[in-house]
Nanobody, 125 residues
């Protein structure tokens, strides 16, 4: 069973950048499809990006496409989210999630088996 711990969140001005990390332990990281979700106050948790087990395939929400990049380093058991050109509407708690499968319903939170505790990202205008 894998444990996930996010880091790298913080306060940044609009137009700035942040890189989030998600460190995995207790399992074989390369066996999991990984994703980032986010949840803003008063809103449901929403899909941000997904990456396949070997990193060869990625998917993004339309709202972040062209600004965010998901990547992984299986040797370091770490998932990343590089966020550029940040906007105030990107403000949310960001969560990493692991899936033992490779679902076509990748945007659904109930498709993921493991979750981190989240890291806060705040973008000021």
């Amino acid at each position: 069973q894998v444990q996930l711990v996010e880091s790298g969140g913080g306060l940044v001005q609009a137009g700035g950048s942040l890189r989030l990390s998600c460190a995995a332990s207790g399992g074989t990281f390369s066996r999991y499809t990984m994703a980032w979700f986010r949840q803003a106050p008063g809103k449901e948790r929403e899909f941000v990006a997904r990456i396949s087990r070997n990193g060869g395939s990625t998917l993004y929400a339309d709202s972040v496409k062209g600004r965010f990049t998901i990547s992984r380093d299986n040797a370091k058991n770490t998932l990343y989210l590089q966020m550029n050109s940040l906007k105030p509407e990107d403000t949310a708690v960001y969560y990493c999630a692991g899936d033992t499968g490779y679902s076509v319903r990748y945007y659904r939170t109930d498709e993921y088996d493991y979750w981190g505790q989240g890291t806060q990202v705040t973008v000021s205008s």
